[in-house]
């Protein structure tokens, strides 16, 4: 019993992981394209590399 617990537990914590690296990456390019649309209203041009 409390080895399956521990195994719901494991994949509960892999799947958490998972999730917060997917949201780091929503988050990203959610900021990469306010910084372009936030440049082209300020007439800045940045490199899409920064």
Do not use: C, H, P
Not at 32 to 37: H, T
């Amino acid at each position: 019993m409390l080895e399956e617990l521990s195994n719901y537990a494991t994949i509960i914590m892999a799947l958490a992981m998972v999730n917060i690296v997917w949201q780091l990456e929503k988050a990203s390019r959610l900021f990469k394209d306010m910084r372009l649309i936030l440049a082209e209203n300020l007439g800045v041009k940045y490199n899409e590399r920064e």
